[in-house]
């Protein structure tokens, strides 16, 4: 049987330059360059999801922030009337991460995630050994109307 046409593989394509916003923190920049040439290496970063991503670098950046606040200050402070209570700095934290896991999944950054990315995007098929009609010879079917004699 006739194979069907490969599509031409990713390491014939360029490897698109995604510019990091400017409106990032210095902090939040260097998430950026840590993990988007990886991202943009893969196809997962692309131009239209640059500011997905920015948000996720930023979150990152503010997350690694709120947990040096933590360590330094702990999560249970005085109150100004001298009762103990949880520090801001807890639903910081928390807050930023419910916005890194949500956005790590669909950037493929979580092992579940990164599997179900690499399972869709294996260039075997099963529809590869399915014939192609035209290498069969095959013309379609023209229905001519009846003669009106």
Known sequence: MPKRKQAP?????????????AELSADARKVWDEVAPLLIAEGRLTELS?????IFCSAVADWFAA???LQTYGAVIKSPSGYPVQSPY???ASKHLDTILKLATEFG???ASLR???DTSS?????DDLPVLDDLGLKPLVLNPPDKS
């Open 9 to 21: 593989r990713d390491q014939d394509k360029a490897v698109p330059i995604v510019q990091c916003p």
């Open 90 to 92: 807890v639903s910081v």
């Open 67 to 69: 947990n040096a606040a």
């Open 116 to 118: 179900r990315i690499a």
């Open 109 to 111: 950054l979580t092992p």
């Open 50 to 54: 640059r500011i997905p991503f920015a």
């Open 123 to 127: 260039s075997i098929s099963w529809t």
